[in-house]
């Protein structure tokens, strides 16, 4: 009905549903990110982007965590494309979040083969 369909005059969609990723600046990114945790994706990933240790990263969040790493001299977090076409090149299906597996599949593999080789020995992770 046109009441129900009142709210689309209101809404403002995020910017990332209408853009196109940038993955030259999502490599850049990475590199800078990566390479200041010692060449370390995994420690990249938690202690840059997952800082909830969620295990995924929202579009809200990047953002805060892009204008952060911006201040600590992360220049590659603030690409001249600007962040929501950087997020989209890790969030690539727009869920509005990414995951360990889409910020580095080697990582989310071994970890994965990690959690597994602990669950079969020890029934558990922890």
Same mark, same amino acid.
Request: net charge negative; hydrophobic share 40%.
């Given at each position: %009905?046109?009441?129900?369909? $009142?709210?689309?005059?209101?809404?403002? &969609? &995020?910017?990332? /549903?209408? #853009?196109?990723?940038?993955?030259?600046? $999502?490599?850049? =990114? +990475?590199? %800078?990110? #990566?390479?200041?945790? *010692?060449? *370390? &994706? /995994?420690?990249?990933? $938690?202690?840059?982007?997952?800082?909830?240790?969620?295990?995924?990263?929202?579009?809200?969040?990047? #953002?805060?965590?892009?204008? +952060?790493?911006?201040?600590?001299?992360?220049?590659?977090?603030? &690409?001249?494309?600007?962040?929501?076409?950087?997020?989209?090149?890790?969030?690539?299906?727009?869920?509005?979040? =990414? +995951?360990?597996?889409?910020?580095? +599949?080697? %990582?989310?593999?071994? /970890?994965?083969? =990690? #959690?597994?080789?602990?669950?079969?020995?020890?029934? %558990?992770? /922890?």
């Amino acid at each position: %009905s046109e009441a129900e369909l $009142r709210f689309l005059d209101v809404w403002r &969609p &995020p910017p990332y /549903l209408w #853009v196109d990723p940038d993955m030259e600046a $999502r490599e850049k =990114f +990475t590199v %800078s990110l #990566v390479a200041r945790y *010692n060449r *370390n &994706p /995994l420690i990249a990933w $938690r202690r840059a982007m997952d800082k909830d240790g969620s295990m995924r990263v929202s579009y809200e969040e990047f #953002v805060i965590q892009c204008k +952060t790493l911006v201040k600590k001299g992360i220049v590659e977090a603030a &690409p001249a494309c600007g962040i929501a076409p950087l997020y989209v090149a890790f969030d690539q299906d727009r869920s509005g979040w =990414f +995951t360990l597996s889409d910020w580095d +599949t080697e %990582s989310f593999e071994r /970890l994965s083969t =990690f #959690v597994a080789w602990c669950k079969k020995e020890y029934e %558990s992770v /922890l």
